[in-house]
């Protein structure tokens, strides 16, 4: 388990954060030209991005940094699906906006446009944050958590994960790097499954071709290295796996996305210094984590 | 004793008013007679005119009404009224005595005598004095009837120990018997206790129109002082292995009025379910729903049993027996939904061990791109949603979710209609933002379908958190039970988490039953959740809930609660119950007595479930002994692809019978039926006299009922009938002593009213 003395290594994860948060609203850059040879898909999906959705923004986005942020309940009730983002207690003790806030909430939004584009899937527009040791977590059986090298997770939001993956819920690990936010996570999961081996995914698995046929795991880097087109791995983790912890019948509970980063993909597919394998591979991936989760 | 008083006062028997008609046999013209009564009233009017001072009107109008009445009574004694009824010729007429000869004619409720004593002194031995006087009129037939009906010689004694008492079949036959000759009337004498599911009206029809009367006679008390029954046993013939069968028990009772009694059941001897039951009032019917699990495959033989209590007089009918069939093996259900929705993946969770149950998913997940879960092969549903029916009739249920209705093209939706009606495949609806009116259906072929009345305007923007409650009906119902008793069971719906609902379901059609409604938390308003109908030979379902899988995920609902489990289980296993097999076999009944005919039935129909006539049907019969024997079936011609034949069950013991079609050189398929023949004691089941029904048969074909007490009259009653060879009578009624009696009435009163007023 990691220390509470332990500092976050990437500086550039931190430096994410505050510009999110800012301004309190969302900052999106106006398109610029976009390269040729885009999946057709996210070119409408790059378009369709610079338009804000306008369903319950004024509650999702316009309020300052602080609790009722962080909860913002959604405000259109009965759809098939709401993007959940796990809010859960850091290494630095944190809850408000701690780790788990990264690249939040514009990758959340921008994958749910890109969601809804290329699936039929009634998904509602904003982000919807909602904390481990919060009864409505079971209302949102899926629920996606970034950066969890850095989980330090007290014992009700540990209770609470737990009773949610028991019921039936998901949870799609994303966004850490290296042997050391590795071996965090996993003591983390230990606390939480005790018992239950993480595996890899066997690129046969159903979750990589339940939507798109996903052949390969890519390593999809974070805006800064992707922008620059060089290396693609942060800290030790030089290669992307995708791993998953199961229970006793066979059931996926996690998905674990290690050594890569789809939030980030998510968050600049517009950006077109952003290579598109990337982002493409990202938003591939997210979509079959998301119809596996509402199927299997 | 009322008809003695009768017989006294109006000198004749009722028979006579009843078959007579009235007419005057007087020698003096009606213009005479009517001159005369005017004068007779004018007297009387005159007379009481000069009192009138002395007494008051009113008095005068009750004296002369008085002599008026008497002075009537005289005029119309002066008339010689006269009854004329026609009356058999003596000795030229037959008249057929039906003695009843089955096993509950054993009962001992004549005042501890056995009803066949009554029987045989009164109709079947030669010293009887009934017999001797209707000898006198008619030349007697005796015939004796159980199963069937046979002559009987009256010097042989009756064997009361046929099985059933076939009432139908025995006038049928006595009528056959005596076809030509002139046949005055016919005594039966029974205790009434029909069991034979045969028409009785039919018979009796041809005996109205012959107007031949039969005569009844009622053997045996209506009412059984103290005595229970297991009256009914409703189980379903075939269910899935696991299954949790619901079984209706009617119990009647008589005498044990609000007393508890415990209902056993046992399969193969072993109590495998026992509860209390209260009963009701005398002659009431007592439902009692038991749950039974379905544990081993094979045909399983349950007894429902309530133990003998004191006092009761006949213990054969306290137990009956009732055979399920439980198969074990897959049944396919077809679950197309036409968005990603998390139901999809709770409800394959929660049905994902059930061994019997193979959930077929085609799941849209966008403009046509399909995720196909559960398929056997590569090229099951390839194409996307069945376009023949070959293809979809293979599964035996079909699960609709959110999909408009016009991803169907109309052949599609009336192949699904016919999927319900002809093919007998068991729909279920569910609730989303495409489904019902939302989704488009009203005005399709599937809105007949449907147990819910759709609106017209769908109501996109529809949405309501709703509680849902079972109804009464529902409480007891397969899928919506949810514990072993219904206050379990109801308390276990109350504790559920709200769901949402998109779609507005209001009403159900006439003929549908809702298990459960739904009340919006703020406006109190409320809705149909879970509906059903029988529609053709399926059943189609409406569940509006769309997120149900909240009743496995919600934060209230305890990690080990298995309710959304047992529901999707209950409901996908009650979806395919029943649902019929191209090759189907069946028997009227599937327990029989040694020696009875069992008719085989055959529905052979083709893959898309259109009847077959041209196929060669073979029916192999295995006895108990383990002799097989093959009977061909025959084409019935009067429906397509029926195919029937019978055989005899000779042996006690249980018969497997498989029936094999073929069409050319092709095996169309085969089906087996198991069926048992035991003694049964059927005799013993509503073994009270049935009076109503025997009276019942009396007055539709002009005859009476008699009970012991009432015997007396029957040999003078036969005599007057239309049937046979008769001659007409006048019976005088001018001498009846209750005229005379009034008369003197009359007078006296008169007489009393003129002293106490003093004009006389």
Do not use: C
Not at chain 1, 192 to 205: A, F, K, N, R, W
Not at chain 2, 73 to 101: S, Y
Not at chain 2, 498 to 508: A, D, E, I, K, Y
Not at chain 2, 569 to 594: F, G, H, K
């Amino acid at each position: 388990m990691a220390s509470p003395e332990s500092r976050p290594a990437a500086g550039k994860t931190r430096a994410r954060v505050w510009s999110t948060n800012r301004g309190g609203r969302l900052r999106l850059r106006t398109p610029r030209p976009i390269r040729a040879a885009a999946v057709s898909g996210l070119v409408a999906l790059a378009v369709t991005a610079s338009i804000l959705p306008t369903e319950g923004v004024a509650q999702g986005g316009a309020s300052s940094p602080g609790e009722s942020r962080l909860r913002p309940t959604p405000n259109v009730k009965g759809r098939a699906f709401y993007f959940t983002r796990a809010v859960y207690t850091d290494v630095e003790r944190r809850n408000t906006f701690g780790w788990w806030s990264v690249d939040y909430p514009k990758a959340d939004r921008q994958f749910l446009i890109g969601l809804k584009r290329l699936t039929g899937i009634d998904a509602y527009d904003l982000e919807n944050p909602v904390r481990l040791d919060d009864p409505n977590l079971r209302r949102y059986p899926m629920v996606y958590a970034v950066e969890v090298g850095h989980m330090a997770l007290t014992e009700t939001e540990r209770a609470g994960l737990r009773d949610f993956l028991m019921a039936g819920g998901i949870l799609v690990a994303d966004d850490f790097w290296g042997s050391w936010e590795w071996a965090n996570f996993q003591a983390q999961m230990e606390r939480v499954l005790p018992g239950y081996p993480i595996i890899d995914l066997p690129l046969d698995h159903p979750l990589l071709h339940v939507f798109y046929d996903l052949t390969e795991v890519l390593q999809v880097p974070n805006v800064g290295l992707g922008r620059a087109g060089g290396r693609t791995w942060e800290k030790d983790g030089y290669t992307a796996a995708l791993r998953g912890i199961f229970d006793e019948d066979g059931r996926l509970l996690v998905v674990i996305n290690w050594n890569s980063d789809l939030g980030d993909a998510w968050e600049w597919a517009e950006d077109p210094y952003y290579p598109i394998q990337f982002s493409n591979f990202a938003y591939q991936l997210g979509v079959n984590v998301v119809v596996y989760a509402m199927s299997h | 004793m009322l008809e003695s008083i009768f017989s006294f006062l109006f000198k004749y028997r009722p028979a006579v008013y009843q078959r007579g008609q009235l007419g005057f046999e007087s020698p003096l013209p009606f213009a005479m007679v009517a001159i005369g009564v005017a004068a007779l009233l004018l007297v009387v009017l005159l007379t009481y005119r000069r009192a009138r001072h002395r007494v008051g009107r009113r008095d005068v109008l009750i004296l002369a009404g008085l002599r008026a009445a008497a002075l009537g009574l005289l005029l119309f004694a002066m008339l010689r009224p006269v009854m004329v009824v026609a009356t058999v010729v003596p000795q030229e007429n037959i008249l057929a005595v039906v003695l009843d000869d089955s096993r509950s004619m054993q009962l001992a409720d004549q005042g501890g005598e056995p009803r066949s004593d009554f029987l045989t002194n009164t109709f079947a031995s030669e010293e009887s004095t009934l017999l001797d006087a209707l000898g006198e009129r008619f030349a007697l037939r005796f015939f004796r009837f159980g199963r069937d009906v046979a002559r009987h010689d009256v010097s042989q004694p009756l064997g009361f120990g046929e099985t059933r008492t076939n009432l139908g079949r025995a006038l049928a036959g006595v009528r056959r018997e005596l076809a030509g000759v002139p046949l005055a009337g016919v005594v039966l004498v029974t205790d009434g206790a029909d069991n034979a599911a045969a028409e009785l009206t039919e018979p009796l029809l041809a005996y109205q129109s012959d107007g031949v009367p039969i005569y009844t006679v009622g053997v045996g008390r209506d009412v059984l002082p103290r005595d229970i029954e297991v009256s009914r046993v409703e189980a379903p013939q075939q269910v899935l292995e696991g299954s949790s069968v619901m079984v209706d028990v009617m119990l009647t009772q008589t005498g044990f009025r609000g007393d508890r009694v415990t209902l056993n059941v046992e399969d193969a001897g072993r109590i495998v379910n026992s509860q209390e039951v209260r009963l009701a009032g005398d002659r009431e019917a007592t439902m009692v729903r038991v749950k039974l699990t379905a544990s081993e495959a094979g045909t399983r033989l349950f007894r429902f049993h309530v133990p003998p209590q004191s006092g009761e007089l006949v213990v054969e009918n306290n137990a009956r027996d009732v055979m399920i069939t439980v198969e074990d093996r897959r049944e396919k259900i077809l679950y197309f939904e036409g968005e990603p929705r998390f139901e999809v993946k709770f409800i394959r969770r929660a049905v994902a061990e059930d061994e019997n149950i193979q959930l077929v998913t085609l799941q849209r997940t966008a403009e046509s791109k399909y995720l196909r879960l559960g398929v056997d092969g590569p090229d099951e549903l390839a194409a996307g949603f069945p376009e023949t029916p070959e293809e979809l009739f293979a599964y035996r249920g079909l699960i609709l979710g959110s999909v408009e209705a016009s991803f169907f093209t109309h052949a599609q939706l009336a192949m699904i209609e016919e999927f319900v009606g002809r093919r007998g495949g068991g729909l279920l609806v569910l609730g989303g933002r495409k489904a019902f009116s939302e989704g488009g259906y009203a005005g399709t072929p599937l809105e007949s379908v449907l147990p819910v009345v759709l609106g017209r305007d769908a109501d996109p923007e529809f949405f309501r958190e709703v509680e849902v409650r079972p109804t009464p009906a529902g409480l007891g119902h397969p899928v919506t039970r949810l514990a072993d008793d219904t206050d379990q069971s109801s308390e276990r719906w109350s504790m559920l988490p709200p769901v949402s609902v998109l779609n507005p379901l209001g009403q159900t059609k006439p003929g549908a039953s809702t298990l459960l409604t739904g009340r919006a938390e703020e406006s109190g308003d409320s809705y149909v959740v879970l509906a059903f109908q029988r529609y053709g030979k399926g059943k189609a379902i409406a569940f509006a809930a769309q997120d149900s899988w909240l009743w496995q995920m919600h934060a209230d609902m305890p990690l080990d609660d298995m309710t959304h489990e047992t529901y999707w289980r209950q409901m996908l296993r009650w979806l395919v119950s029943n649902v019929p097999d191209p090759i189907a076999v069946t028997t009227p009944m599937e327990q029989v007595e040694p020696g009875e005919s069992v008719t085989i039935t055959a529905d052979i129909r083709d893959s898309s479930y259109l009847g077959i006539n041209g196929a060669q049907v073979e029916a192999s019969v295995t006895d108990p002994l383990g002799v097989e024997e093959t009977h061909p079936l025959e084409w019935t011609v009067t429906e397509d692809g029926a195919y029937r034949t019978s055989f005899t069950a000779e042996v006690a013991g249980r018969y497997d019978i498989r029936v094999e079609a073929r069409r050319g050189d092709g095996v169309l398929g085969e089906d087996r039926v198991e069926i048992r023949a035991e003694p049964q004691p059927t005799e013993f089941f509503s073994p009270a006299m049935r009076a109503a029904l025997l009276k019942d048969i009396a007055t539709q074909t002009g005859g009476r009922f008699y009970t012991e007490a009432s015997l007396g009259g029957l040999a003078e009653d036969v005599r007057y009938t239309e049937a046979g060879t008769t001659k007409r009578e006048s019976h005088d009624l001018w001498d009846l002593p209750i005229l005379f009696l009034a008369l003197l009435a009359f007078l006296a009163s008169e007489w009393i009213l003129r002293r106490r007023r003093g004009l006389a």
